[in-house]
């Protein structure tokens, strides 16, 4: 079984808390710092974000971030080097990449595979390689024979015979995306959300976790209570923009937000 | 959805966009199927083309042209006469009819010369719907006129000032519009680029130029020309001209790309001389990146060539060597704007100047007795400001 998987199975918690940030922003040293201290205080799993120039899928608060990172000069070494560091600090909690097909078909597959493998990565999430396509038939195929997992999107929109066809190559867990359109905060939520994670988890027999809009405690606290986690992404990006040139200051704010997600969704 | 699939231009096209997107996508391609067969709805875009938009547009004989290249005879494909003053309103006009069967209240555009966002303001005002067009801030400001234009056409322009603020990102920025707004809004996609159907739809609206200019020279010279040639930037006038010639194997096709400055990153857009392959706005196709899979921003003198993807039609085609891919300077360009408006006194768009550079390198490569068409997507007022400016730098 996948180690995604298992830790889901493992009753460790009720519902998993799943943070997001990228990687680079401000700097590669800084997202070290940054990974650790989310670890440190309550990620269950952690999704590192590897910046592409044209994230069509994300809002403006992680597109900056990008911009932000790409005015470092971007390289693979650099991003496995960092990816490595975060994974050394606490190798239990399972590593995750969220980015564009581009970079990785660029990089070839098999190559960016095993060199992510070999820096504690055990899954990845690509938002615009849907599950239809040869690249992610072929994807799949390596990340399986590597133990990776392929973490599907599925949206409001998704109908049912695509939900069911999916099921066939995703893996580790799905990311249920809460809302209509791109990564952001958010006030309210579609209000069939709940109908739709139970739909979800009687069709596909994976964990269901939620991601798109959260920010706050309370939130994160409500939809935590039917999903079985909660990705949280441009929230987290915004405490580091908000202190991303002070190190320190970044690291306490980051430190204080995390703790208080992890014990709204306890 | 696997390559052998429609979607798939060979290896290049396909949908990679995101899931949110999907049924969006699936349902226009199911409704676009439906009215492609269907007789009211050819029969309603038919009297668009032609009692608003002006189609036929004429198939020019440009005798002084001819006379001063010396080679071979140059034909004009006229898009310059068609209602807003480009090719970009064949689509605009059959997608809006599209969004109208499937009861969209809202149309979306991306663009870059502003010429696709005039168009679409336009069949917007025409149809009574509300309509959104996101152009890059830069684009805004070197092609003012057209974005004025657009305002007062009642649609709403949202610069976008990500990244290089030019025709990439404006891209970016529709396509999640569409994502949030889906399902009261459709997305005109204004090129043939994007994902499945839009590049196959795209090109379906725009062949409107090469079948008229086909059955229109045929008639007059009974034979087909030798060559033809268009400008390419996301390639949707180039397709158009190009789709009703492809099988005709003793026509030359070119496509003139822009060169830009010149060969290094960032300086052109010249997507199929240097462009490998890779995946943005939905397709896969060729697409200037770097070596870690960054996209690498483009440049050209014109902002509707100021792109650094290409429809994947057309990377298919350069792949199988169907059609000769040239690239033209910004320098190149700027002398055939000047010439063909003083020669034959007609001011082409600055997209449409890099055409005209290579018909006449083809045209003397023909020589004498052969005939050439070059497809004229656009009238230049939109860059009569901006060529001034650049001439007054060279002059400095
Ligand atoms: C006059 C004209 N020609 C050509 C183009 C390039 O677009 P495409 O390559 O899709 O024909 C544009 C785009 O704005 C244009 O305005």
């Known amino acids: 079984m996948s180690k995604i998987k298992s830790l889901f199975e493992s009753g460790k918690f009720k519902s998993a808390f799943i ?156 990311y249920y995306v809460t809302s209509f359109g791109v990564t952001g905060e958010r006030r309210e939520f579609s209000v069939d959300l709940q109908e739709r994670i139970r739909f979800l988890k009687e069709t596909i027999r994976l964990p269901i976790c939620a991601g798109f809009g959260i920010s706050t405690p309370d939130q994160a606290n409500q939809i935590s209570q039917y999903a079985d986690g909660i990705i949280i992404g441009s929230a987290i990006q915004r405490v580091i923009e908000e202190n991303g040139t002070d190190r320190s200051k970044a690291v306490s704010a980051l430190a204080d937000y995390i703790s208080k997600i992890r014990a709204a969704i306890s | 959805m696997g390559k052998n699939l429609p979607g798939y231009f060979g290896e290049f096209g396909g949908r990679y966009s995101p899931e949110i997107l999907t049924e969006a996508l699936e349902e226009l391609e199911s409704t676009y199927q439906k009215l492609k067969k269907s007789k009211k709805f050819k029969k309603e875009l038919e009297y668009y083309l032609r009692n608003y938009v002006g189609r036929p547009s004429p198939l020019t004989y440009a005798e002084r042209l001819t006379k001063q290249w010396g080679g071979a005879r140059i034909w004009l494909k006229r898009e310059d006469l068609n209602h807003t003053g480009a090719h970009k309103i064949n689509n605009a006009i059959g997608q809006a009819l599209i969004a109208k069967f499937m009861g969209k209240k809202r149309i979306i555009a991306e663009t870059g010369a502003g010429q696709h966002g005039l168009a679409t303001a336009t069949v917007g005002a025409m149809f009574g719907m509300e309509t959104v067009v996101y152009m890059g801030a830069v684009d805004v400001e070197r092609q003012n006129l057209n974005a004025k234009k657009i305002e007062m056409l009642g649609a709403k322009i949202l610069p976008v000032t990500a990244g290089e603020a030019t025709l990439k990102e404006a891209t970016s920025e529709a396509m999640r519009d569409w994502a ?217």
């Open chain 1, 19 to 174: 943070p997001y940030f990228t990687l680079g922003d401000p700097n590669y040293n800084d997202s070290i710092e940054f990974g650790k201290t989310i670890l440190d205080n309550g990620a269950d799993i952690l999704e590192l974000g590897i910046p592409f120039s044209d994230p069509v899928a994300d809002g403006p608060v992680i597109q900056r971030a990008v911009a932000r990172s790409l005015k470092n000069r971007f390289s693979f070494d650099e991003i496995f080097r960092v990816t490595k560091a975060i994974h050394d600090h606490k190798p239990e909690t399972p590593l995750v990449y969220l980015t564009y097909f581009n970079p990785i078909y660029h990089c070839g597959i098999s190559k960016f595979l095993d060199r992510a493998k070999e820096s504690g990565i055990i899954g990845l999430v690509i938002p615009d390689l849907p599950f239809d396509t040869d690249e992610s038939e072929t994807l799949f195929r390596e990340l399986k024979a590597r133990d990776m997992d392929l973490i599907h999107l599925v949206t409001p929109a998704s109908e049912k015979k695509r939900i069911q066809a999916l099921s066939k190559t995703s893996s580790g867990f799905i």
């Open chain 2, 180 to 396: 949030l707004n889906v399902s009261t809004t459709h997305y005109i996609v204004g090129s043939a680029i994007g994902p499945h159907p839009f590049p196959t739809i795209v090109r379906d609206f725009q062949a409107v130029i090469g079948t008229e200019a086909r059955s229109q020279f045929k008639k007059q010279n009974k034979k087909l020309p030798s060559a033809i040639v268009a400008c390419v930037g996301g390639g949707s006038n180039s397709i158009g001209m190009f789709h009703a010639f492809l099988k005709d194997k003793q026509v030359a096709i070119y496509g003139a790309e822009a060169g830009g400055l010149g060969p290094k990153p960032g300086e052109h857009s010249a997507t199929l001389t240097y462009g490998k392959t890779g995946f943005l706005h939905g397709t896969k196709t060729l697409i200037i990146q770097d070596e870690s899979g960054q996209i690498v921003p483009a440049h050209s003198v014109s902002a509707g060539l100021d792109y650094p993807g290409v429809g994947p039609e057309h990377a298919h085609l350069s792949k199988i060597g169907r059609v000769d891919y040239r690239m033209v300077t910004d320098e190149q360009a700027l002398d055939s704007f000047l010439e063909v408006t003083r020669v034959e006194g007609i001011i082409p768009a600055l997209e449409t100047a890099h055409a005209f550079h290579v018909a006449r390198e083809v045209a003397k490569d023909l020589g004498k007795k052969k005939d050439l068409i070059i497809c004229l997507s656009g009238r230049g007022d939109k860059d009569v400001t901006e060529v001034l400016r650049l001439l007054g730098e060279k002059n400095k």
